[in-house]
């Protein structure tokens, strides 16, 4: 038995990988001018665009009121609202640390940050497959689960090739 065997079937990875392009439905509650700025956010900024994982749990927890079967909008509303907590605690919004944070969000911290270092952005150049990578593993345990890292790190042919494939690399 793996880690997490009792949490992750086939309906949990499911409704993951249905939530995880929700993980930044927030960001639409924030103004284009800080979302495309170029330069480094202010410190004014930067608590603007921390506000994006509350404005999209509050986002999907309105679609969870309206709707009557969509059981994956739970997950969707953890990983939207806490994906950018970090495994040490000095993550936002709450602060939350360790396994307080969900397993979900969790999961899409390792996957959020991996795709943030290797597409390039309007305020940074894409980095390396490989300095990625190395990012990842360093913040295992500060920033991530250990064992999410793990798992992570155990497939890095296949996070490869869907980076490839996806034209996130070269």
């Not at 953890?78 to 919004?93: F, K, N, Q, T, V």
Request: charged fraction near 35%; proline fraction near 4%.
């Amino acid at each position: 038995m793996g880690i997490y065997s009792g949490i992750l079937t086939e309906e949990y990875i499911g409704d993951v990988f249905k939530s995880a392009p929700l993980h930044d439905i927030g960001k639409i509650k924030i103004p284009d001018s800080i979302l495309n700025k170029p330069g480094k956010l202010t410190p004014e900024e930067f608590d603007i665009m921390k506000k994006h994982s509350e404005y999209g749990g509050e986002v999907i927890d309105e679609l969870i009121e309206s709707l009557t079967e969509a059981s994956y909008l739970e997950i969707a509303r953890d990983i939207a609202l806490y994906h950018h907590e970090r495994w040490d605690g000095s993550g936002y919004p709450k602060g939350l640390k360790g396994e307080e944070i969900p397993l979900s969000a969790r999961i899409m911290a390792v996957a959020d940050v991996f795709d943030a270092l290797v597409s390039e952005r309007v305020y940074k150049k894409a980095f390396s497959f490989e300095k990625a990578m190395e990012i990842i593993r360093e913040e295992s345990g500060t920033h991530f689960d250990p064992r999410i890292v793990k798992a992570f790190v155990a497939v890095e042919d296949e996070v490869r090739e869907t980076a490839e494939k996806l034209q996130k690399i070269e």
